[in-house]
C-alpha cells in the first residue's frame, strides 16, 4: 500500500460571473511509497501547494481522488497518520516551546507523561531542549521551523507532509531541519516536502515531481533523473599518473569502482523541463 496515492487529479477554481475558470492541477498522478523521502517540486503557480491542500483535504478535488494509505485523504480519519508544517506556521508566541509541544499535543489527544516524555523527547531530537522553557516569541526563524517540525511529530505520524520547511532558514539552521528529515527515515516516517532550494533537496530525496503549469511533467527516481543519458563515466581508486596515460585504452578491472551516468544537479534539471513547458 502506497502512503500517498495521487490519481488524476484536476482542480478547478470557479471566479466571478463572466471571468473564466482558472484550472490550477490538470490530470496529475504520482505515488509516494512507505518510509521514502518525496520532493514536489516547481515554480510559483505551478499547481504544487494546490495538490498538496487536496491531499490534506483543504480544498476538494474537481477530478480524481487523493489518499493516505489507502484512505481517501478526504475523510478526516485520514489525517491522524499525518503531520503537517505549513510554510508559514502560525504559534502562540507567548507560549513557551514546551507549553506549545503540550497545547498541539491536546490537541492531537495526547495527554499525561506521555505527552509530556514525547514532547521532551522531540524537543531534544530538534535541539530546543535549552529553549524548552523561552517563549516562542524570542525564537529565530530557524527555531520557529524547528519547533513547528517537533510539534507535526507530537503525535507520531506515519506521514509528514512539509511546506517550504527552510524557508527564510540560515544555512545552519536548514542543514540541522534536513538532518531532521533524514532522522524521520530512518524511524520509518514518510515524508512529502516541497522546497525552492534544490540543492537541499537533492540531499534528501529519494523521488522528485517536477510540475509546471499544472502538469507534472517529470518524475521518478532521483538519481536515474538527475543522470546525464548520453555520457559514462568511470570512478578509479588511487589512479596514478601511468594509469591515467593507459585509460582511453583499458582500465583495470581491479580498479573500476563505478561506471555509470555522470549526474547534472536537480536545479539545472528543474530549469531545463519547466523552461521547455
Do not use: W
Not at 217 to 245: C, H, K, M, W, Y
Amino acid at each position: 500500500m502506497n502512503a500517498v496515492t495521487i490519481e488524476h487529479l484536476t482542480k478547478v477554481f470557479r471566479r466571478g460571473v463572466g471571468q473564466k475558470a482558472f484550472t490550477a492541477v490538470r490530470d496529475v498522478s504520482f505515488t509516494v511509497k512507505p518510509g521514502e523521502v518525496y520532493g514536489l517540486i516547481g515554480p510559483n503557480g505551478s499547481g504544487k501547494s494546490t495538490t498538496m491542500k487536496v491531499l490534506l483535504g483543504l480544498l476538494a478535488p474537481t477530478e480524481g481522488k487523493t489518499s493516505i494509505f489507502g484512505m481517501d485523504s478526504q475523510l478526516v480519519e485520514s489525517r491522524r497518520a499525518v503531520g503537517f508544517l505549513p510554510e508559514n506556521p502560525y504559534f502562540y508566541k507567548h507560549l513557551t516551546g514546551m507549553e506549545t509541544m503540550l497545547f498541539f499535543g491536546r490537541l492531537c489527544g495526547l495527554s499525561g507523561q506521555k505527552l509530556h516524555d514525547q514532547s521532551r523527547e522531540l524537543l531534544h531530537l530538534t535541539g530546543l531542549d535549552n529553549a524548552a522553557d523561552r517563549r516562542l516569541a524570542g525564537y529565530s526563524k530557524g527555531m520557529l521551523q524547528r519547533i513547528g517540525l517537533a510539534q507535526a511529530l507530537v503525535h507520531e505520524p506515519k506521514l509528514l507532509v512539509l511546506d517550504e520547511p527552510t524557508a527564510g532558514v540560515d544555512p545552519a539552521g536548514s542543514r540541522r531541519i534536513r538532518d531532521l528529515i533524514l532522522d524521520c527515515k530512518s524511524r520509518g516516517i514518510t515524508v512529502l516536502v516541497t522546497s525552492h532550494l534544490l540543492e537541499q533537496l537533492q540531499e534528501v530525496c529519494d523521488r522528485i515531481g517536477i510540475m509546471a503549469q499544472g502538469k507534472m511533467v517529470r518524475e521518478g527516481d532521483l538519481s536515474t533523473l538527475i543522470a546525464v543519458e548520453n555520457q559514462t563515466e568511470f570512478v578509479i581508486e588511487d589512479a596514478t599518473p601511468e594509469l591515467l596515460a593507459q585509460i582511453r585504452a583499458l582500465v583495470p578491472q581491479d580498479k573500476l569502482l563505478r561506471m555509470g551516468h555522470p549526474h547534472t544537479t536537480l536545479e539545472r534539471l528543474f530549469l531545463k523541463v519547466t523552461d521547455e513547458e
